[in-house]
């Protein structure tokens, strides 16, 4: 972007970096992407008990939408992932974690708001390494014995004795450090790449508006159509982050439960 300089002594086009997903606190300790995640839990509660309020069985739009929401994280991820026998305990759990993250990424494109908070990678990594990781070996241990878990874990069965030397370290680096790594690092990657894309076209777009001359100026529409076309990509990639998250999840836990450990 620095191609976009017009002169060695003009204005000078400062490309966005991961410098400006450090927000100041608004107030105290407090900064925009914690308030974002306490509005996110807010809205998704009130969404779900004013469309449950007043069940109806032939359902209105608001009613509807809610009922095929849950429908999907039931049916589409939780019962898909898990298993018919055991996923019934696990619905509230993988639709909030779909919901959760699907508000907090979508947040990226509303105005005012415009910050997507999974670009902050505590977030999901708070749901990864204190939820979902602790759950899915919880319940597998639960099921199996520790031992028994473990075993099945660390020694797949079928595999040739010396070839443990090199699987087992294998399954431990993957199962107890990966897994909740990469679960937290896609959704995270997704979100800050796309943001800073964004980020790119629209203040490129501006710059050469405003000090760009002749054609320059011409070229911050096209800048601006590529932001817009960008936006419209990244609305469907903050969807399936969301879906892959709760996917993945559920992944995990069908695994851990599954008959043949």
Same mark, same amino acid.
């Given at each position: 972007? %620095?191609?976009?300089?017009?002169?060695?002594?003009?204005?000078?086009?400062?490309?966005?970096?991961?410098?400006?997903?450090?927000?100041?606190?608004?107030?105290?300790?407090?900064?925009?992407?914690?308030?974002?995640?306490?509005?996110?839990?807010?809205?998704?509660?009130?969404?779900?008990?004013?469309?449950?309020?007043?069940?109806?069985?032939?359902?209105?739009?608001?009613?509807?939408?809610?009922?095929?929401?849950?429908?999907?994280?039931?049916?589409?991820?939780? %019962?898909?992932?898990?298993?018919?026998?055991?996923?019934?305990?696990?619905?509230?759990?993988?639709?909030?974690?779909?919901?959760?993250?699907?508000?907090?990424?979508?947040?990226?494109?509303?105005?005012?708001?415009?910050?997507?908070?999974?670009?902050?990678?505590?977030?999901?990594?708070?749901?990864?390494?204190?939820?979902?990781?602790?759950?899915?070996?919880?319940?597998?241990?639960?099921?199996?014995?520790?031992?028994?878990?473990?075993?099945?874990?660390?020694?797949?069965?079928?595999?040739?004795?010396?070839?443990?030397?090199?699987? +087992?370290?294998?399954?431990?680096?993957?199962?107890?450090?990966?897994?909740?790594? +990469?679960?937290?690092?896609?959704?995270?990657?997704?979100?800050?790449?796309?943001?800073?894309?964004?980020?790119?076209?629209?203040?490129?777009?501006?710059?050469?508006?405003?000090?760009?001359?002749?054609?320059?100026?011409?070229?911050?529409?096209?800048?601006?159509?590529?932001?817009?076309?960008? +936006?419209?990509?990244?609305?469907?990639?903050?969807?399936?982050?969301?879906?892959?998250?709760?996917?993945?999840?559920?992944?995990?836990?069908? %695994?851990?439960?599954?008959?043949?450990?």
């Amino acid at each position: 972007m %620095r191609a976009l300089w017009l002169a060695a002594d003009g204005p000078k086009f400062e490309p966005p970096s991961a410098d400006d997903f450090n927000l100041p606190p608004i107030f105290g300790d407090v900064t925009k992407p914690m308030l974002l995640v306490v509005l996110s839990v807010v809205l998704i509660a009130a969404f779900f008990l004013l469309a449950s309020r007043r069940m109806k069985v032939v359902p209105g739009k608001f009613q509807y939408l809610a009922e095929s929401i849950y429908d999907f994280g039931r049916n589409n991820i939780a %019962r898909e992932q898990i298993g018919s026998k055991d996923f019934m305990p696990f619905v509230p759990l993988i639709l909030a974690m779909f919901t959760f993250v699907l508000v907090n990424n979508i947040f990226g494109l509303i105005p005012i708001l415009q910050f997507p908070t999974m670009s902050h990678i505590g977030f999901p990594v708070a749901i990864s390494v204190l939820i979902v990781y602790p759950l899915y070996h919880g319940v597998g241990i639960k099921r199996h014995g520790l031992g028994k878990y473990l075993k099945k874990e660390l020694f797949p069965p079928g595999a040739p004795a010396p070839i443990y030397l090199l699987l +087992t370290p294998i399954e431990i680096f993957t199962k107890f450090l990966m897994n909740p790594i +990469t679960l937290a690092i896609r959704v995270f990657a997704a979100m800050f790449a796309g943001h800073l894309i964004l980020m790119v076209f629209t203040l490129a777009g501006e710059f050469l508006l405003v000090h760009g001359e002749g054609i320059l100026k011409g070229v911050s529409v096209v800048s601006w159509a590529f932001a817009i076309a960008m +936006t419209m990509l990244e609305a469907l990639i903050m969807v399936i982050q969301a879906y892959i998250f709760a996917l993945l999840a559920a992944n995990y836990i069908g %695994r851990a439960l599954a008959e043949d450990h």
